[in-house]
């Protein structure tokens, strides 16, 4: 469990808090996504989770260890692995294979376990074929995708996911999506995802909403995704099937608005005719 | 003006063991006060077409043009006359901004042309005006203060500055909340419809091409494969079905009631108008 208590955070010589008094438990095994305006807070927090930063107040555990004790932080980085959303930053070798080895060459694992991982992260996001490529040369999407693989390879109890997958197509989004899934119910990673992507968010088992650095709102997407209007009010899009569904009651049509799945929809527009 | 590309192609670290083909035989133009959305899928050679159209990579294999004139980017003097009309916006050019305050970060470019201080204050009040950051407000704020989507506005100032007739914009909702990106593409609106300013951008967001740009390029490994308006896309509906293209909520909606016998005139491209053409067809059903 990742548990934040009472958190606080100041970014140096900033007179307002970007966090003001998060407390919440990411259990083990979780989907959680959090969602938020820009400047909301939200990349803040993934960067706390991992002692990338440490809080101004209160204090943040994974599974036990304080991040803000020294000791532990190599180990804690171990379990909580944390992607961005410019891949550009954060790959290093001018070789994909190399760039996605190098997090497992410094656990110290031996030769085979590294080829294997550096394998099976990259069919993970379908990129084997890319395996001798120089990263500098794909492109945006194909970056994240390496990107992604690099954090999978280190095999993290809790994958933290920046925005991470703001520049993939929909259908590298969808392979990635499953691969994610595969990874938190066969192998019980727990996943935080940070988005503005609804659809990225409609398997999650919590919502959290953050606005103006505090917890708005913990939900479930059940919950959420169907209030066309409160989610313009949080700054959120709606899934466009909601903007559709709301767009027809405006004109007097009255749709149930609590479907999200074309199949629902169908059906329901159809009992007007 | 217009720009043209005739039968272009480019190869990434062309004569090595690395060399890949990003884009080849593609032909298009831009013109006058064109919207142009450019889609496809990861490493489809979108990025790749912006700069090339930008005269960032060459050489290339085929023909650029601006209007009757062909523009050879490794001869200065070319480039230049095409740096001159295009405006090029890189993923995340917030990244790139350098200056401490607002003002300076816009008036780089023109200071570096040689314009005259009134010359350059006047270009850093109608970017920052044209990309709604009011002079007043921001011009003396610090870059950093500034939020996501008010620096991403920030650095495209930075480019309308040195007034491009067209602006190219490679992914530019990436990282924008929903209000960061409505408002960025309200203001690019506004430089299409009020300044004439033709816009092509990059994404691989299809559902926001579909419902801003009039028109809609697809590429797919290298090649152009579509180029058509996107209030027509019943007409293609097969062909971007036999792509495996993903269909968006409307599209998908509207597909699904066509094979129930609904028949639609248009093709709706938002969520709006995919309502409106629901709403219609139901009404007229019950007369």
Sequence with gaps: MISLRDLTYFYPGEELPALKNISLDIRENEFLVILGRNGSGKSTLA??????LLPSQGKVEVDGWNTADANQLQLIRQKVGLLFSNPENQLISNQVEEDVAFGPENLGLNPAEIRRRVNDSLRLVSMESYKDSAPAFLSGGQKQKIAIAGVMAMKPRYLVLDEALSMIDPRGKREIMESIRSLHKNEGVAVIMITHDLEEAREADRVVVLEEGKVKTISTPEELFPGHASLLALGLAPLEISHIIAEINRQGILLRTDILDMDKLVEEICHFI | MSLYLEN???????????????????????????????????????????????????????????????????QKKSLNRLRRIVGLVFQFPEEQIFELQVYDEIAF???????????????????MNHMGLGFEKYSLRHCHSLSSGEKRRLAIAAILAMQPQILLLDEPAAGLDYEGWQALLQRLNYLNREKGISIVMVSHHYQQLLA????????????????????????????????????????????????????????????????????????????
């Design chain 2, 109 to 127: 470019g023109p200071r570096n042309l040689g314009f005259s201080r009134s010359e350059v204050d006047e270009r850093v009040r109608e970017a």
């Design chain 2, 212 to 287: 801003s740009c009039p028109r809609i390029i697809l590429l797919d490994k290298g090649r152009l494969i579509l180029d058509a308006a996107s209030s027509s896309w019943l007409e293609y509906l097969d062909f971007l079905m036999q792509q495996g293209w993903e269909l968006t909520a409307s599209q998908e909606l509207v597909y699904r009631l066509m094979q129930k016998g609904w028949e639609f005139a248009s093709s709706p491209r938002s969520p709006e108008e995919t309502a409106w053409a629901v709403v219609d067809f139901i009404r007229r059903s019950r007369k």
């Design chain 2, 8 to 74: 272009i192609s480019f190869t990434y670290q062309s004569g090595t063991p690395f060399e890949k083909t990003a884009l080849s035989g593609v032909s298009l133009s831009i013109n006058d006060g064109d919207f142009v959305g450019i889609t496809g899928g990861s490493g489809s050679g979108k990025s790749t077409l912006l700069q090339v159209l930008s005269g960032l990579l060459f050489p290339f294999a085929g023909k650029l043009c601006l209007d009757t004139e062909a523009i050879n980017p490794g």
């Design chain 1, 47 to 52: 960067r706390l989770l991992n002692g990338l």
